[in-house]
């Protein structure tokens, strides 16, 4: 139900978008959030935008990350600017809070310093 695509490997200061395809029925729960995990570490959320488009961003983020939706398009998008080594994780998309059983199998970002 939850498809990220967009994960890479980039160098310190580099940039990726990140996308989310969404099944109708996760995507009506209204408020879709961005995860993401490092290895060893537990899954945080780390931003998240309603229907109309009110957003938030975890401090680690905030300022370098934005995240958007095409409601039309049941997609979601993260857009990483900035990007530094330790956020170098999974990154997974889903509802907040999340459906357990609609997580996908996230997308890699590796940041290289």
């Known amino acids: 139900q939850l498809v990220e695509s967009g994960g890479g490997l980039v160098q310190a200061g580099g940039s990726l978008r990140l996308s989310c395809s969404v099944s109708?029925?996760?995507?009506?729960?209204?408020?879709m959030g961005w995860y993401r995990q490092a290895p060893g570490k537990q899954r945080d959320l780390i931003a998240y935008?309603?229907?109309?488009?009110?957003?938030n961003y975890s401090e680690s983020v905030q300022g370098r990350f934005t995240i958007s939706r095409n409601n039309a398009g049941n997609m979601v998008y993260l857009q990483l600017t900035n990007l530094k080594p330790e956020d170098t994780a999974a990154y997974y998309c889903n509802s907040y809070p999340p459906v357990a059983r609609a997580w996908g199998q996230g997308t890699q970002v590796t940041v290289s310093s």
């Open positions: 935008i309603d229907a109309v488009g009110r957003i």
């Open positions: 109708g029925s996760i995507f009506r729960k209204n408020v």
